[in-house]
Nanobody
Framework: QVQLVESGGGLAQAGGSVRLSCEAS????????MNWFRQAPGKEREFVAI????????YYTDSVKGRFSISRDNAKNTVYLEMDDLKPEDTAVYYC??????????????????WGRGTLVTVSS
């Protein structure tokens, strides 16, 4: 099974940018479609974005479209989430997750095959 470790979280100001990374080990990342989820304080975990195995296809939840960008480097076994024009409501623990299946739509956390432990992003106003 693939193991996932997120990094890059921290404190950012509203309007700023943060780039998260998710490094995989144990199995090659190209076997998986990769997802980002987030969980804000007191709220349920929600889907953020997904990228297909080769990186040719992506899908974003409406609240981050045009601001966030998911990408991957299979040679480095790493997936990224570039977050621009951050808002205080983007404050959350961000998780990467691996899934065998890809489709252009919201994905369910419980359908993932592997999960990281998360990295906290705090956006101040």
């Amino acid at each position: 099974q693939v193991q996932l470790v997120e990094s890059g979280g921290g404190l950012a100001q509203a309007g700023g940018s943060v780039r998260l990374s998710c490094e995989a080990s144990g199995r090659t990342l190209s076997n998986y479609a990769m997802n980002w989820f987030r969980q804000a304080p007191g709220k349920e975990r929600e889907f953020v974005a997904i990228i297909s195995w080769s990186g040719a296809f992506t899908y974003y939840t409406d609240s981050v479209k045009g601001r966030f960008s998911i990408s991957r480097d299979n040679a480095k076994n790493t997936v990224y989430l570039e977050m621009d024009d951050l808002k205080p409501e983007d404050t959350a623990v961000y998780y990467c997750a691996a899934a065998v299946a890809y489709y252009s739509g919201e994905h369910n956390w419980n359908d993932m095959d592997a999960w990281g432990r998360g990295t906290l992003v705090t956006v101040s106003s």
